[in-house]
């Protein structure tokens, strides 16, 4: 094996460039993987901007496929040579937020509080797999092996992408005969959209103004497509439901007015689901929180990890309930990194997802 890798790695605001670290060492609770397939998030493009912090030097990327090639002393239950994805989130098991079951805020608190997405670590606080090679740590928790029947592209999006999206209905707690909005069909809310109609809402209605984008979400459940520079938005939902409201409004772009117009479009009791990663500030406003005695709940989440959530999405595709292939628009090599970065940032051309293969 080599003793070098190439990597994308964040040197300062607005340059990820690629170039060559050591292939990591493997301890015993870990395990490295040969990335086959990974893909930029949207909080990649943020990283890049310098809108979230992380350290210089650091590899980012936090969405993984690929193939076990060293497995740590302690690492049972796995063999080298197996195809595995790990989930962005990769939790330890042993930590007190796992054991309150809220595996995505693994991490431990300060006298000043908690870090936000402590259980975030590729890309985030450890090197990360838009390289050559990956350390996944506490492999036992996080590596999900892949059914041989499905390909690369088609988990791609289990990670990250389909995680949070889904867990924008689920925290949201959609039930069955439940009327959703989503806001901002970009690959989240895309997959937010997919998961209120599999958890039984019959009508759903996808904001944006991409066309492609709308398109895409009528495929993946929207009942109604609203394309917010025609008609505003607010005024065409409560038409569209006879002015009774939403039963969940859910945010998956990260603005203060796609946060406000989901609150504007509850009924009374409804509840906002919050997906978005927020780089401002964000005011409730008193009017439409209704000075707070609305019944309303504003839940936010973080994408679920570890290897049994993993499984489930993975059954999900397996099942063909959804197919998330259409998400993936363009395919660069890691040496085009820079190029994929450029045409995902400015979404160029249409994009939706890249897969980037070494």
């Not at 991490?107 to 402590?118: A, E, L, N």
């Not at 109609?197 to 109604?224: Q, S, W």
Request: proline share 6%; net charge neutral; aromatic share 4%.
């Amino acid at each position: 094996m080599a003793h070098k890798m190439k990597a994308a790695i964040f040197v300062e605001p607005n340059r990820i460039v690629l170039d060559e670290k050591p292939v990591p060492g493997v301890g015993p609770l870990d395990a490295l993987i040969r990335i086959t397939t990974t893909t930029i998030c949207g909080t990649d493009v943020h990283i890049l901007k310098g809108e979230y912090p992380v350290a210089r030097g650091l590899t980012i990327g936090h969405e993984p496929v690929g193939i076990i090639e060293k497995l740590g002393s302690a690492v049972s239950g796995y063999r080298e040579g197996q195809r595995v994805i790990a989930g962005a989130i990769t939790p330890s098991g042993h930590s007190a937020a796992c054991l309150c079951g809220c595996h995505s805020q693994d991490g431990p608190g300060t006298k000043h509080g908690f870090k936000p997405m402590g259980g975030w670590r590729f890309g985030n606080t450890i090197d990360g797999a838009q390289a050559e090679y990956l350390l996944v740590p506490d492999a036992m928790t996080n590596l999900a092996p892949v059914p041989d029947e499905l390909t690369d592209e088609q988990v791609l999006m289990c990670p990250d992408i389909m995680s949070t999206g889904f867990s924008g209905a689920e925290r949201g707690k959609v039930k069955i005969g439940d009327t959703v909005a989503v806001f901002a069909q970009g690959p989240v809310g895309l997959c937010a959209t997919a998961g209120a109609r599999l958890m039984g809402a019959t009508t759903i209605i996808g904001v944006d103004a991409v066309p492609a984008r709308l398109h895409i979400a009528r495929k993946m459940g929207a009942d109604h497509v609203v394309d917010f520079t025609k008609v505003d938005p607010i005024d065409e939902i409560m038409r569209l439901t006879d002015g009774r409201g939403m039963d969940v409004a859910i945010e998956a772009l990260g603005r203060q007015e796609t946060f406000e117009a989901a609150l504007r479009v509850l009924r009374p009791g409804g509840t906002l689901s919050s997906l978005g990663v927020y780089s401002t500030e964000l005011k409730i406003p008193r009017g439409p929180f209704l000075a707070g005695l609305g019944d309303h709940s504003i839940v936010t989440t973080l994408c679920p990890g570890g290897k049994e959530r993993m499984r489930r999405l993975m059954q999900v595709i397996a099942s063909s309930r959804l197919d998330t292939t259409a998400l993936v628009t363009h395919r660069f090599k890691l040496d085009q990194i820079e190029e994929a970065y450029d045409h995902f940032a400015n979404q160029r051309d249409g994009v939706l997802k890249v897969a980037i293969s070494p």
